[in-house]
T-cell receptor, first 112, second 111 residues
Framework: DVKVTQSSRYLVKRTGEKVFLECVQD?????MFWYRQDPGLGLRLIYF???????EKGDIPEGYSVSREKKERFSLILESASTNQTSMYLC???????????FGDGTRLSIL | GDSVTQMEGPVTLSEEAFLTINCTYT??????LFWYVQYPGEGLQLLLK?????DKGSNKGFEATYRKETTSFHLEKGSVQVSDSAVYFC??????????FGTGTSLTVIP
């Protein structure tokens, strides 16, 4: 089975801090994704990566950046955390188009 | 562009009732279709999938049939249990790298 591991289940940070969310997958998938999930808004794509060092903006990239230095690891960075970034963050990986995405357990991030 | 439209919730059913959650899609070509389930406080888990027209995906008593003529992929279960209480997402994947998710349908099953 594919395993996608997110580094933290719960995280509390302060406004203005630089925040790193880490995600690791163990199936050599080419594609990795970061979403945020908010009540009533469903899943919204922040960024995705289709190869090492390659990235594409999703629907809501403002205030975020990403890093993919190794195939198995995809990091989401909040450059200067703000309270409106309090949310559930979900990482996913996918082998190729038309295949399932596999999700981690999520990180519930609170910015105070 | 590609998109998924999913039945609005929330849905509340009694145990052993029949469940249908409607999902329709818009896409060119031959996308793959998926249903995911999300239990409280967790990530999304793949429930079932179908990759071509008339395929039926099934898992844990849930079923969905890929209907190209009606562009639908409705989720059904004959007898729901309290443990099925969760949020259900319909999703589509086509030739590109992105996934398209529905907005999710919350299901609560009461004893």
């Amino acid at each position: 089975d594919v395993k996608v591991t997110q580094s933290s289940r719960y995280l509390v940070k302060r406004t203005g801090e630089k925040v790193f969310l880490e995600c690791v997958q163990d199936m050599d998938h080419e594609n990795m994704f970061w979403y945020r999930q908010d009540p009533g808004l469903g899943l919204r794509l922040i960024y995705f990566s289709y190869d090492v060092k390659m990235k594409e903006k999703g629907d809501i990239p403002e205030g975020y950046s990403v890093s993919r230095e190794k195939k198995e690891r995809f990091s989401l960075i909040l450059e200067s955390a703000s309270t409106n970034q309090t949310s559930m963050y979900l990482c996913a990986s996918m082998d190729r188009p038309r295949q399932p995405q596999h999700f981690g357990d999520g990180t519930r991030l609170s910015i105070l | 562009g590609d998109s998924v439209t999913q039945m609005e919730g929330p849905v509340t059913l009694s145990e052993e009732a029949f469940l249908t959650i409607n999902c329709t899609y818009t896409a060119t070509g031959y996308p793959s279709l998926f249903w995911y389930v999300q239990y409280p406080g967790e990530g999304l888990q793949l429930l079932l999938k179908a990759t071509k027209a008339d395929d039926k995906g099934s898992n844990k008593g849930f079923e969905a049939t890929y209907r190209k003529e009606t562009t639908s992929f409705h989720l059904e279960k004959g007898s729901v249990q309290v443990s099925d209480s969760a949020v259900y997402f319909c999703a589509l994947s086509n030739t590109g790298n992105q996934f398209y998710f529905g907005t999710g349908t919350s299901l609560t099953v009461i004893p």
